[in-house]
């Protein structure tokens, strides 16, 4: 089983890298996120077309998420319920096949003043239970989307100047590391313990690319019993070179499921 990750920053602007990237790789699951549209304009027949199923759910020119999948999938969920503000456009769960797929786009957190932050480090904590009350860490579950969190200092390329950011400061890491206490392995870090990777590049500076100054907030993370079918796992830059890329790129991991 292919599973990816892909942060569009607009669906649409995207569909077409998208679709190329579908007719090529052919992953079996896509997770997007950060589609910004609302659901009368997401671009489902497109999709349709390219032969996957498609759930989503999203608003105007903010966050939005969506589950492409090759096998209809089932015990689909929408936003955190737990009794609180559920942020059904940062979150779709779904099974497809055997694994249980839970698809975010966690709060950025704008600023480390900023209520925002305080959000994010809650939002975590929120995702733990949601966890909690659906799976085991017994079951085939894998998390991926654009999780902004850079876990390591290998995942920045100057991470000695980054301790104050949302993306990097020590209580953000802190609120991952708990999140995934519960029962999650990085796919990515397997397969590839070297630093120097990454997924997203600021485009306001269209060099860092090539100059391998990015970060890597884009994650694929498994079970135990799921992660040790992993059996390759990679980032995809392509994309990111050609004319009008998203600011993040395609991760991407194969399961021998």
Not at 210 to 225: E, F, M, Q, Y
Request: hydrophobic share 40%.
């Amino acid at each position: 089983m292919r599973i990816a990750t892909f942060n569009a920053n607009s669906v649409r602007t995207r569909l077409t890298t998208i679709l190329k990237w579908l007719r090529k790789n052919g992953p079996d699951v896509l997770c997007l996120q950060e589609t910004k549209v609302q659901d009368k304009d997401f671009p489902a027949e497109a999709f349709i077309d390219a032969g996957y199923h498609v759930e989503f759910r999203g608003g105007k020119s903010y966050a939005g998420v969506a589950l492409l999948s090759r096998s209809k999938p089932g015990e689909v969920v929408f936003g955190l319920d737990d009794g609180g503000e559920p942020d059904g456009n940062r979150l779709v769960a779904a099974k497809v096949g055997s694994v249980c797929v839970v698809n975010t786009y966690v709060p950025q957190g704008r600023d480390i003043e900023h209520p925002m932050f305080r959000y994010k480090l809650e939002w975590f904590g929120r995702l733990r239970s949601f966890f909690d009350r659906h799976f085991t860490p017994r079951m085939r579950v894998v998390w991926v989307g654009d999780l902004n969190i850079a876990p390591e200092a290998i995942d920045i390329h100057n991470a000695e100047k980054q301790a104050d950011h949302v993306c990097y400061h020590a209580d953000a890491r802190a609120a991952f590391a708990k999140a995934c206490e519960w029962g999650f392995v990085d796919v990515y870090r397997k397969h590839h313990p070297e630093p120097g990777r990454y997924t997203y590049f600021d485009y306001r500076f269209p060099h860092l690319v090539k100059a391998n100054k990015g970060w890597r907030v884009d994650h694929i993370l498994a079970t135990p019993s799921l992660a040790s079918k992993s059996v390759d796992a990679w980032i995809d830059l392509q994309p990111r070179l050609r004319p009008i890329p998203s600011d993040h790129t395609f991760v991407v991991a194969d399961f021998d499921v």
